[in-house]
């Protein structure tokens, strides 16, 4: 029997909200400080998923210069009716203390492919918000409630009517629910079946806790009673799951009646240890029993495979491991951070058959930023890239990165000495701001190009280096992987702050004296290495 192997997105790919159009499926996930924002995958077939669209594209849409870490977007929903498709976010501008700056947005399109419209504010009441159509025609706004009264500042649920002629909020706010006793509720999803009303709700904290529940009532004001057996999907009580970490979901109902849902998860290296590839998709089976949604399996707790749907498989091409520089586009696997692509930084114009990175400011910048790069989707890859830059002083870096945030990477550059007379090859670290650098430069005067790879097998991290492309030698040591992780940035901060997101690796280039001096890169290879 073929199955569906989890999490069906690979690599930081959480919050999944997801919308079926006919045939056709599709999942928006959060991106958080990474622009273009929102991920869309597109499947006929809910096991074979590929990335098709990143809606937010313009600063209009999304204005994230500046934010914090593991802030910008997060939870979108998407969701489609009588030939719109809707999407909702937020973009979250601060998360200090108990005050946050959370503004939620919409955007709409006819073509989920094609641009979509400038954003309709919503409210910044909270965040997680969600648009439900319900069947009597109106249309409803549903998020948590920030309340920086209760310390904890997860207010509830509550909904206000969406008016699509006014193009606003209109009318009383409703308090729905407080949610279950496993508190931090948020990324709520409303639903209608037969005589009752479904929320969704996302509990229980990011973490090892974290859990999807579910309630009803007969009237979308509720009271809303919780299932039976809540919550309806967690792995908290199986700390030696592989999928650990289950929670904020979404239904759907395939166009055979059947029910499946989608649902974060993470796959820690060790029990309850670092997740490296972030959160990610994952699908289960539902089937409906006493009036309740229940996961087919029994139980609660996810599975790495499950049953291929009654549907048609439908495969898409293999990723091509190896971009060259020579076609006038990026590949949609890349993002850059908080800012769009534009030529003043990243230009495939200036040298034909190679990307070019005018250097901006250092890997610490919430601002300006010339790095672009993609998910890590696997425990075990090998990333290499190709470059020419000629630095002339200590201020001038290019390389290869491996990051997580501005305070957690692992960076193997070309740099310069102080007047430019010499060229090295240098490895810079940071874990929580702390920096580290490899104690010994390679010299790289004499060689114009050089190629940097990465190897990264599950919590070690090797870099290498290449004068000719063939023969390749190490540089520094073996390095800490599991840094890049939400689990390692929470445990070693003294105070909260945001990590939601996941591994990348890509090209970047900064120029700390006059952010100008360019480096060419002229291919970047991921290549993915299966182990099991």
């Given at each position: 029997?073929?199955?569906?192997q989890?999490?069906?997105?690979k690599?930081f790919?959480?919050?999944?909200?997801i919308?079926?159009?006919?045939?056709?499926?599709?999942?928006?996930?959060s991106?958080?400080e990474?622009?273009?924002g929102?991920q869309?995958h597109?499947?006929?077939d809910?096991?074979?998923?590929?990335?098709v669209?990143?809606?937010l594209?313009?600063?209009?849409q999304l204005n994230?210069?500046?934010?914090?870490?593991?802030?910008?977007?997060?939870?979108p929903?998407?969701t489609?009716?009588?030939?719109?498709?809707?999407?909702v976010?937020?973009n979250?501008?601060?998360f200090?203390g108990?005050?946050?700056?959370?503004p939620?947005?919409?955007?709409?399109?006819?073509?989920?492919?094609?641009?979509?419209s400038e954003?309709?504010?919503?409210?910044?009441r909270?965040?997680?918000?969600?648009?439900f159509h319900?069947p009597?025609?109106?249309?409803?706004?549903?998020?948590?409630?920030?309340?920086?009264?209760?310390?904890?500042?997860?207010?509830?649920?509550e909904?206000?009517?969406?008016d699509?002629i006014?193009k606003?909020?209109?009318?009383?706010?409703h308090?729905?629910t407080?949610g279950?006793?496993?508190?931090?509720t948020?990324?709520?999803?409303?639903?209608?079946?037969?005589t009752y009303?479904?929320?969704?709700?996302?509990?229980?904290?990011?973490?090892?806790g974290?859990a999807?529940s579910?309630g009803?009532s007969?009237?979308?004001?509720?009271?809303?009673e919780?299932?039976?057996?809540?919550?309806?999907?967690?792995?908290?009580?199986?700390?030696?799951?592989?999928l650990?970490?289950?929670?904020?979901?979404?239904?759907?109902?395939?166009?055979?009646?059947d029910?499946?849902t989608v649902f974060?998860?993470?796959?820690?290296?060790?029990t309850?240890?670092?997740c490296?590839?972030?959160?990610?998709?994952a699908?289960?089976e539902?089937?409906?029993?006493?009036g309740?949604?229940?996961l087919?399996?029994?139980?609660?707790?996810?599975?790495?495979?499950?049953?291929?749907?009654?549907?048609?498989?439908?495969?898409f091409?293999?990723p091509?491991e190896k971009?060259?520089?020579?076609?006038g586009?990026?590949?949609?696997?890349?993002?850059?951070?908080r800012?769009?692509?534009?030529?003043?930084?990243c230009?495939l114009?200036?040298?034909?058959?190679f990307?070019?990175?005018?250097?901006?400011?250092?890997?610490?910048?919430?601002?300006?930023?010339?790095?672009?790069?993609?998910?890590?989707?696997?425990?075990?890859?090998?990333v290499?890239?190709?470059?020419?830059?000629?630095?002339?002083n200590?201020?001038?870096?290019?390389?290869?990165?491996?990051?997580?945030?501005?305070?957690?990477?692992?960076?193997?550059?070309?740099?310069?000495n102080?007047?430019?007379?010499?060229?090295f090859?240098?490895?810079?670290?940071?874990d929580?701001?702390?920096?580290?650098?490899?104690?010994e430069?390679?010299?790289?005067t004499?060689?114009?190009?050089i190629?940097?790879?990465g190897e990264?097998?599950?919590?070690?991290?090797?870099?290498?280096?290449?004068?000719?492309?063939?023969d390749?030698r190490?540089?520094?040591?073996?390095l800490?992987?599991?840094?890049?992780?939400?689990?390692h940035?929470?445990?070693g901060?003294s105070r909260y702050?945001?990590?939601?997101t996941?591994?990348?690796?890509?090209?970047?280039?900064?120029?700390?004296?006059?952010?100008?001096?360019?480096?060419?890169?002229?291919?970047?290879a991921?290549?993915?290495?299966?182990?099991?």
């Amino acid at each position: 029997m073929s199955t569906i192997q989890n999490p069906i997105l690979k690599g930081f790919n959480p919050d999944p909200s997801i919308c079926r159009v006919g045939d056709d499926y599709y999942i928006a996930t959060s991106t958080f400080e990474w622009f273009p924002g929102v991920q869309i995958h597109h499947s006929k077939d809910l096991k074979n998923w590929k990335l098709v669209a990143r809606p937010l594209n313009r600063i209009s849409q999304l204005n994230m210069k500046g934010i914090p870490d593991s802030c910008g977007v997060w939870a979108p929903c998407l969701t489609y009716d009588k030939g719109v498709f809707y999407l909702v976010y937020t973009n979250v501008k601060s998360f200090d203390g108990v005050w946050k700056d959370t503004p939620n947005y919409m955007v709409t399109t006819t073509d989920i492919l094609g641009e979509w419209s400038e954003p309709i504010y919503l409210s910044s009441r909270g965040f997680d918000g969600s648009l439900f159509h319900d069947p009597n025609g109106k249309k409803w706004y549903v998020s948590m409630l920030v309340d920086h009264r209760n310390g904890k500042f997860f207010g509830g649920i509550e909904m206000q009517e969406y008016d699509p002629i006014q193009k606003r909020l209109v009318g009383k706010v409703h308090y729905i629910t407080k949610g279950t006793d496993l508190g931090l509720t948020e990324g709520p999803h409303l639903y209608k079946r037969g005589t009752y009303y479904y929320i969704v709700l996302a509990e229980g904290g990011t973490e090892y806790g974290h859990a999807m529940s579910i309630g009803r009532s007969t009237s979308i004001f509720g009271p809303y009673e919780f299932h039976p057996e809540n919550p309806f999907i967690s792995a908290a009580e199986a700390k030696n799951n592989v999928l650990q970490k289950a929670g904020h979901g979404d239904l759907v109902e395939t166009q055979n009646g059947d029910w499946y849902t989608v649902f974060l998860v993470g796959r820690p290296l060790t029990t309850h240890g670092n997740c490296t590839l972030g959160r990610e998709t994952a699908i289960e089976e539902v089937v409906w029993s006493a009036g309740w949604p229940w996961l087919k399996c029994g139980g609660r707790i996810p599975r790495q495979r499950i049953p291929m749907p009654k549907l048609m498989e439908h495969v898409f091409d293999d990723p091509i491991e190896k971009v060259e520089f020579n076609n006038g586009s990026i590949p949609i696997d890349f993002q850059s951070l908080r800012i769009p692509v534009s030529p003043d930084w990243c230009d495939l114009t200036a040298r034909k058959g190679f990307l070019r990175l005018y250097g901006k400011e250092s890997l610490t910048s919430l601002h300006n930023q010339s790095l672009l790069a993609r998910r890590i989707q696997d425990f075990h890859v090998v990333v290499s890239t190709e470059l020419e830059f000629h630095p002339t002083n200590i201020h001038h870096m290019a390389g290869l990165v491996f990051y997580y945030n501005a305070g957690h990477y692992h960076y193997a550059c070309v740099t310069s000495n102080s007047d430019g007379s010499k060229k090295f090859l240098s490895v810079i670290s940071s874990d929580n701001y702390k920096m580290s650098f490899q104690d010994e430069l390679e010299d790289i005067t004499a060689y114009g190009t050089i190629v940097l790879r990465g190897e990264m097998n599950r919590d070690q991290l090797q870099f290498h280096y290449s004068t000719d492309g063939m023969d390749f030698r190490p540089m520094g040591q073996v390095l800490d992987a599991s840094i890049l992780s939400d689990d390692h940035v929470r445990n070693g901060r003294s105070r909260y702050r945001p990590a939601f997101t996941g591994s990348f690796v890509g090209m970047c280039c900064q120029d700390l004296e006059m952010n100008a001096h360019h480096a060419d890169f002229k291919w970047f290879a991921y290549k993915e290495i299966n182990d099991q």
